[in-house]
């Protein structure tokens, strides 16, 4: 009541204002905030930084809309504003209203032609809506025009990659890193690119040279990790996806890729707690449990060896796979079709009548 009525005054000041905002989001006060400054902005006689102080305020809220309807009124004020259009772009970006977002950055573009940051964040709009054809266009325009080609050529690369077209990608990543030759996300992108023309060889050198720039990168240990297993280097694979999840140990799908080179190295105590391990996260990984299976029958104990297949089988025979995703669902009823299979054949051609209860 006290900062409301300081409105008052005639003498009011801005700095005075702008204190009152701070108390107010200092005590989250939101409504009041939102008073004091309505009526603030019809005494002040330029009310537009406070009245932003706002638009922040409310993007700080994740209230959009309100951010969205402040700087509209802004720019009617003031309708040649470059920094209020680009604020409205932005929010109605978070808002992913990206028409609305491009049209705001071009009434910017209107006011300051070449602005850099608008050009690229236009571009960006287009990404994220899924026009990629647009934003390679806008990043070519971005690259025409700013010192950061690197950053550009990387953009453009990235477009490209979300369109299948590895090799358009692959010119604008070496673009990239001829400008930038210690950016290991480059690197990363184009061992990505090369995996995914076939070219495993070039793949594994640019996951290398990634790895020598940060060598803390967890998913490029990771996916060389992937590449070095197919092609049956166990124990190179084994160091980096074991590299890999000491820097995310959350990461599953590494976790079992890690299992697998186990099994091939003969590390059967450590294949058995890693698969445990993911079992723990995901009870229904079919995969994992029989390679669970797996290992404690190369260990010899084939008394949970046993007990993992009966699991398999009651699992298959009792559990709900509805709220399964189709691929593991459908995994899950084809296991069971081959059990009851299996049954059928044994109970077909075995003799001894015990042997034949256990079995049913």
């Known amino acids: 009541a006290l900062l409301l009525a300081m409105l008052d005054n005639d003498d009011i000041r801005e700095d005075f204002c702008f204190d009152a905002v701070d108390i107010y989001t ?27 102080e706002m638009a922040a305020i409310c993007e700080e809220r994740s209230e959009y809309e309100r951010s969205v309807i402040i700087y509209n009124k802004l720019i009617d004020k003031d309708p040649y504003s470059l920094q209020d259009w680009f604020s409205l772009a932005k929010v109605e970006a978070l808002l992913k209203h990206y028409d609305k977002a491009v049209e705001a950055c071009d009434f910017a573009l209107a006011v300051k032609e070449n602005e850099e940051s608008i050009i690229s964040f236009k571009g960006y709009c287009y990404y994220d809506s899924g026009q990629y054809e647009k934003a390679i266009e806008q990043f070519l325009e971005y690259e025409s025009i700013t010192k950061e080609k690197s950053v550009a050529y990387e953009l453009i690369g990235e477009c490209y990659v979300k369109l299948d077209d590895n090799n358009n990608a692959l010119k604008f990543f070496h673009k990239a890193l001829d400008i ?57 694979a084994y160091y980096h996806l074991s590299k890999s999840l000491e820097l995310n140990e959350d990461d599953m799908e590494t976790m079992k890729l890690k299992g697998e080179a186990c099994l091939h190295l003969e590390y059967y105590e450590e294949a058995v707690s890693v698969f445990e391990t993911v079992l723990r996260e995901d009870s229904y990984d079919l995969h994992c449990r029989l390679k669970l299976a797996l290992a404690y029958a190369k260990m010899g104990d084939d008394a949970n060896a046993e007990r993992q297949i009966q699991i398999i089988d009651q699992m298959s025979q009792s559990a709900d796979f509805s709220g399964l995703p189709n691929e593991k669902s459908q995994q ?3 296991v069971h079709g081959a059990i009851q299979s299996l049954k059928r054949f044994l109970l077909n051609h075995i003799d001894d009548s015990e042997n034949k209860e256990s079995l049913s």
Request: aromatic fraction near 12%; glycine fraction near 4%.
């Open 180 to 236: 930038e030759p210690s950016n290991s996300n480059i690197c990363y992108q184009l061992a990505t690119c090369y995996y995914e023309l076939g070219d495993i060889q070039k793949a594994v050198v640019y996951l290398r040279d990634t790895l020598s720039l940060d060598s803390r990168d967890d998913e490029a240990h990771s996916f060389l990790g992937e590449i070095l297993l197919q092609e049956g280097d166990y124990e190179e």
């Open 332 to 334: 899950w009823k084809n």
């Open 26 to 52: 200092d005590y989250d006060c939101f409504d009041e905030l939102v008073e004091f400054v309505e009526k603030a902005g019809k005494v002040l006689p330029d009310s537009r930084e406070l009245f932003r």
